[in-house]
């Protein structure tokens, strides 16, 4: 069973800029998917961005432009890089890992 753990939410001014990390452990033999979803109050979780074993990175329109996705494979850790962050980025960021999803880290941008 894989284990995720977020990190580096938290509050930011619109057009700054916030890194989310996120680490993976347990029954790991390797991971082929890792991404980040998004659910903000009253909202579905949506897509933010996905990226493969092999770094193919996918993004929602949303994300296009502002949001970077990376991995460092042999560290079983995923990464977003957010950008020209606006208050309707906030929402709850959940990193997801071939199945198994992380309790969350929130952020939040003020205008």
């Known amino acids: 069973q894989v284990q995720l753990v977020e990190s580096g939410g938290g509050l930011v001014q619109a057009g700054g800029s916030l890194r989310l990390s996120c680490a993976a452990s347990?029954?790991?033999?390797?991971?082929?998917?890792m991404g980040w979803y998004r659910q903000a109050p009253g909202n579905q979780r949506e897509l933010v961005a996905t990226i493969t074993w092999l770094g193919i990175a996918k993004y929602a329109d949303s994300a296009e432009g502002r949001f970077s996705i990376s991995r460092v494979n042999a560290k079983n850790t995923v990464y977003l890089e957010m950008n020209s962050l606006k208050p309707e980025d906030t929402a709850v960021y959940y990193c997801y890992a071939d199945g198994a999803w992380g309790k969350g880290t929130l952020v939040t941008v003020s205008s």
């Open positions: 347990g029954s790991i033999f390797s991971i082929n998917d």
